[in-house]
């Protein structure tokens, strides 16, 4: 199983409210991202989950809050977002980061996020 | 400051020819590198990668060449087929296994 899930496909919220977005794998990685696009640019890395630790954050702003509850899952709580804000969020896993190799990240098909 | 660069926004080729895919880079400290193809309303999905020690990689009908001198990798679909045509991200491995893609190109495959 290849497969990165994340859940809703699509979010309108608004700039008061408070939500999740969801991200699983069962390929046995220990490592997870999190991807934010805008339209016609490439990804950019917001945050890396090592062993359910937080291991970069790319000096994302606070009103995006990462949380790793177990090796399979992967949150981003979302408050207080500008419309600025809206983008496909994405979510990828890979093998550990100290394992050799490519270490590939395996992407699910991303949340996309409208803020209103 | 970009630090990887695919300075063709689109390509378009006819199915059955070589379709090449150019990235240029600037950071040394780059080791890997990998090959994504995103389709619209789908994530990145990964097709090929290249150690920064090597110059060929090989995988079917997709083969990427590493110049490091010349900081240049190309990706090489031979033949092409219309269900390649989809937007093709170059991206480099830094620490902690951070990636840094290009902007991406655009790959038409006409039939």
Not at chain 1, 1 to 18: A, C, I, R, S, Y
Not at chain 1, 54 to 75: D, G, K
Request: glycine share 6%; aromatic share 10%.
């Amino acid at each position: 199983d290849t497969e990165v899930t994340q859940t809703p496909k699509h979010l309108v919220m608004g700039m008061t409210n408070k939500k999740s977005l969801k991200c699983e794998q069962h390929m046995g990685h220990r490592a997870m991202y999190w991807y934010k696009q805008k339209a016609k640019k490439p990804p950019e890395l917001m945050f890396v989950y090592s062993y359910e630790k937080l291991s970069i954050n790319e000096s994302v702003p606070s009103r995006f809050s990462p949380e790793c509850p177990n090796s399979s899952l992967l949150n981003l709580h979302l408050h207080a977002l500008q419309p600025e804000d809206s983008a496909l969020y994405l979510c990828a896993s890979s093998q550990d980061l100290r394992a050799g190799g490519p270490r590939v990240q395996f992407f699910g098909p991303g949340t996309r996020l409208t803020v209103l | 400051d970009q630090q990887v660069k695919q300075n063709s926004p689109s390509l378009s080729v006819q199915e059955g020819r070589i379709s090449i895919l150019n990235c240029d880079y600037t950071n040394s400290m780059f080791d890997y590198f990998l090959w994504y193809k995103k389709y619209p309303a789908e994530g990145p999905t990964f097709l090929i990668s290249i150690s920064s020690i090597k110059d060929k990689n090989e995988d079917g009908r997709f083969t990427v060449f590493l110049n490091k001198s010349a900081k240049h990798l190309s990706l090489h679909i031979v033949p092409s087929q219309p269900g390649d045509s989809a937007v093709y991200f170059c991206a480099a491995r830094e620490y902690g296994n951070k990636l840094v893609f290009g902007a991406g190109t655009i790959l038409r495959v006409k039939s």
